[in-house]
């Protein structure tokens, strides 16, 4: 399983379209609800300029070889940490019947889900390290090429709480609303999730209380990371 970076949404919808097989599909699990990720999109290409939008519309026209490559291309929405966890979980079981034939892979590609973590008591080692260990388990049951995508340049968004994934009070909120993440992956997360900080009594949990760690290296014990610098650069610039 590889991290690519760093990527924009706009740049990882260029890059799976200019990548995608004819011999085997792929699959995009959006760590959002539909609207906020057309959302998300709408807002990238804003701040992104006219270059980027004339990309996307080549892309986007309906040439022969965009409505043949476009066929291969799948798109799951999980708006919530508790529905992507089920949907991987669901996803590796050995009867489940995936695409892709001997030639290649199935591609699934896993978008945002530090995002998806940020406004909830998930927020932690912890949390991410669940959804991560998932994601592996299921990549190495499935045989799928596993791709994890964090995108740079969104701006963090409490979308509403759920019961399974409880907003964080941290006092911060609208700071974090308003703040673009440029690098996602060097973003400091908490050891423990917000309920082990506030109720655990163990003298190990009142030692890990306040620590930290960079994303990144959480995701490092799962993933590669694997750098697209070249490739957004010059579709930036394009």
Known sequence: P????????PALLD???????????????????????????????????????DCLEQLAAPTLHNLLTTRYIKLAFCASVQALL??????????????????????????????????????????????????AETALTTAIQLHVVEC???RNRIEGAYDEDAEMDNGHGETQVEAAVEDPWEQEVSILNVSARRFGSGTGERAW??????????????????????????????
């Open 2 to 9: 590889t991290v690519l970076y760093p990527l924009t949404l």
């Open 15 to 53: 890059y799976v379209l200019t990548t995608q097989s004819s011999t085997s599909p792929t699959l995009l699990v959006i760590c959002s609800s539909r609207d906020i990720f057309l959302q998300d999109l709408a807002t990238s290409l804003q701040h992104h300029g006219e270059g980027r939008v």
């Open 86 to 135: 089920a949907y991987l979980t669901a996803y590796g079981r050995p009867d489940t019947k995936h695409g892709g034939d001997a030639e290649g892979r199935k591609r699934v590609v896993l978008v945002n889900p530090l995002a998806l973590h940020a406004p909830t008591s998930s927020f932690s080692a912890q949390g991410l390290s669940r959804v991560f260990a998932t994601a």
């Open 152 to 154: 740079e340049g969104r």
């Open 209 to 238: 209380a306040g620590r930290t760690v960079k994303a990144k290296r959480i995701a490092g014990r799962w993933f590669h990371f694997h750098s697209l610098h070249g490739h957004q650069t010059h579709h930036d610039q394009g």
